[in-house]
T-cell receptor, first 113, second 118 residues
């Protein structure tokens, strides 16, 4: 079945550091890929998405590129802020058949001033 | 309007109580979802409604009873819950849930209801 693997957290960075959160997936066909963010005490917000190979999703300084050859969708940001502290979930949705989201385990990011 | 609303925000109930969680969206979405999220875990899918009909039930115990009165509303009726059911319950919606369509399944989530069962 479909699965998503994320790097273990927590990831602790100083403000203005470079961020990478790794995400790899297993799925048949060409799934759509998403990054969701969950701030403390809140629901999930869609951060960015990519629907086909080589697409780059971007939002609020975050970027991720759909790499089919490596089945990856790593999240990056050039300069993190304290306000970016949250849990980040990588997820996929198959294009056919069962189309509910499959989530990774989540990665907690802590940014220190 | 790209918002999914959920009420109540917090709920404390005893094991013999009956309560309901409510979810509403006005984006014209035809698919709605209930997820359960325990602390430090990803959301777990419970139910999916597509065009107001139950499409997926992830073997959820019968003490959780979903209802979709119309395309904008989704309820989750709770009865005789256990303490281990305490969690954040998230509602989401998407444009559709039709396996035959090629549109990607972008889901919009509500803020959740934090449920505590005593």
């Amino acid at each position: 079945g479909d699965s998503v693997t994320q790097m273990e957290g927590p990831v602790t960075l100083s403000e203005e550091a470079f961020l990478t959160i790794n995400c790899t997936y297993t799925a048949t066909g060409y799934p759509s890929l998403f990054w969701y963010v969950q701030y403390p005490g809140e629901g999930l917000q869609l951060l960015l998405k990519a629907t086909k190979a080589d697409d780059k999703g971007s939002n609020k300084g975050f970027e991720a590129t759909y790499r089919k050859e490596t089945t990856s969708f790593h999240l990056e940001k050039g300069s993190v802020q304290v306000s970016d502290s949250a849990v980040y979930f990588c997820a996929l949705s198959a294009t056919m058949g069962r189309r509910a989201l499959t989530f990774g385990s989540g990665t907690r990011l802590q940014v220190q001033p | 309007d790209t918002e999914v609303t959920q009420t109540p925000k917090h709920l404390v109930m005893g094991m013999t109580n009956k309560k309901s969680l409510k979810c509403e969206q006005h984006m014209g979405h035809r698919a709605m979802y209930w997820y359960k999220q325990k602390a430090k875990k990803p959301p777990e899918l419970m139910f999916v409604y597509s065009y107001e009909k139950l499409s997926i039930n992830e073997s959820v115990p019968s003490r959780f009873s979903p209802e979709c009165p119309n395309s904008s509303l989704l309820n989750l009726h709770l009865h005789a819950l256990q303490p281990e059911d305490s969690a954040l319950y998230l509602c989401a919606s998407s444009q559709d849930f039709d396996p035959g369509r090629s549109s990607y399944n972008e889901q919009f989530f509500g803020p959740g209801t934090r449920l505590t069962v005593l």
